[in-house]
């Protein structure tokens, strides 16, 4: 079956840096929409960064545009979001997305979500 395993998250002060890892398994991804979202205590999951397995073609939210990069690695099927300059409003769980039949990629619902993760917790002290 389909497992998405994230890895990479923990504590780190404002202005740092981490890096996130989704490791996918179970089918081809090829034909699938690669994301992030986050959930903050209290708040919506909401979308965060997105990648097109084939092609390579990239989407952010405008929140973390500039300061997050999401990318791909097809041979070992992993997907990574590099997340620089950390400000502690990034603070929450972390999950690894994959959709085949995404609409507008940058309106990505969680509902509409074939596959998630279990979450890796980011916290970002001031």
């Known amino acids: 079956q389909v497992q998405l395993v994230e890895s990479g998250g923990g504590l780190v002060q404002a202005g740092g840096s981490l890096r996130l890892r989704c490791a996918a398994s179970?089918?081809?991804?090829?034909?699938?929409?690669m994301g992030w979202f986050r959930q903050a205590p209290g708040k919506e999951r909401e979308f965060v960064a997105a990648?097109?397995?084939?092609?390579?073609?990239?989407y952010y939210a405008d929140s973390v545009k500039g300061r997050f990069t999401i990318s791909r690695d097809g041979a070992k099927n992993m997907v990574y979001l590099q997340m620089n300059s950390l400000k502690p409003e990034d603070t929450a769980v972390y999950y690894c997305?994959?959709?085949?039949?995404?609409?507008?990629?940058?309106?990505?619902?969680?509902?509409?979500?074939?596959?998630w993760g279990q979450g890796t917790q980011v916290t970002v002290s001031s």
């Open positions: 179970g089918r081809t991804f090829s034909m699938y929409v």
């Open positions: 997305a994959a959709d085949r039949a995404v609409g507008s990629i940058l309106e990505w619902q969680p509902y509409e979500t074939d596959y």
């Open positions: 990648i097109r397995w084939s092609g390579g073609n990239t």
